[in-house]
């Protein structure tokens, strides 16, 4: 099984009506290749972003763990550098003239700084980190419930969503993700800034990582320097609401 595939498998679990029609599909590679099946693939997305709050409780918690738990080391994964000269200002200076920019369908565009960040309140939570590559780490994580720095944007009742924009460059594109506003503002969905009681490592996502913790490891975008309400994942991207999702077919919602 491919690791692509990984995510599909959950989404088959979820939508056991549909896939009953397509027998083969859990088992074949080639069937991703196939544009008929990919077309029924994404219609069926489309279909499980609309009825995922029927589907499953939105809302319950990713399970929490101890520090009895912690992995020794915490596996970092994509980009570990974002290249180029203003990024390594940045980390020299230790991210004091860092900003994070809030902004689209707030009623009061933001530009935080990491001390900013740091003097509101705070969240820390133990969980368990799970990559579509297949492998997972136990973490502790400190930062801002991210429903706390919508709330001082005041994000308008239009927002839809909740788009990421990162600093780090993966070929042609910068990294950007997105989750809807349930996951926004679910209380486990922090902007962190440490990691297991120290200061994020730049392999980890220094200076503020996300924490989306009831998805997979690619939906938690790392450097953030942009946090933007929209209305629709249209003109995001290729408009499917993430790097990988627009380039290899990861899926959009990404539950674990
Ligand atoms: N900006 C950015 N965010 C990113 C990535 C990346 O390459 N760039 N990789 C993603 C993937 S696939 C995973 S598994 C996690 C890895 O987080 P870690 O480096 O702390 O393990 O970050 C995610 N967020
Ligand atoms: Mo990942």
Wanted: proline share 4%; glycine share 8%; charged share 25%.
């Amino acid at each position: 099984m491919s690791e692509i595939l990984m995510p599909r498998r959950q989404w088959i679990a979820r939508a056991g009506g549909l896939v009953a029609t397509l027998p083969f599909l859990s088992a074949c590679d080639a069937i991703n290749e196939a544009p008929a099946v990919r077309k029924i693939l994404s219609m069926g997305e489309e279909m499980n972003r609309a009825s995922q709050r029927t589907l499953m409780d939105r809302d319950a918690l990713a399970r929490e763990f101890t520090r009895t738990d912690l992995s020794p080391y915490f596996r970092p994964n994509g980009t570990r550098l974002p290249a180029g000269a203003a990024y390594a200002a940045h980390a020299a200076a230790g991210f004091t003239d860092w900003r994070i920019k809030v902004t689209g369908l707030v009623a009061r565009p933001l530009s935080l700084s990491m001390a900013d960040i740091r003097a509101m309140s705070q969240r820390t939570q133990i969980t368990r980190h799970d990559c579509v590559e297949g492998w997972s780490a136990i973490g502790q994580w400190t930062g801002v419930p991210l429903g706390h720095i919508l709330a001082a944007a005041g994000v308008r009742d239009s927002a839809r969503y909740i788009v990421f924009r990162c600093a780090d460059r993966l070929g042609d594109a910068l990294y950007y993700e997105s989750c809807d506003m349930i996951d926004a503002r679910h209380p486990q969905t922090i902007m962190a800034w440490a990691l297991n009681d120290a200061v994020l490592p730049i392999a980890n996502g220094a200076p503020l990582r996300l924490r989306l913790e009831r998805q997979l490891g690619y939906k938690h975008a790392k450097y953030v320097e942009g946090i933007e309400a929209v209305a629709s994942l249209e003109g995001i991207g290729a408009g499917k609401g993430g790097y990988w999702e627009d380039r290899i077919d990861y899926e959009w919602y990404a539950g674990i």
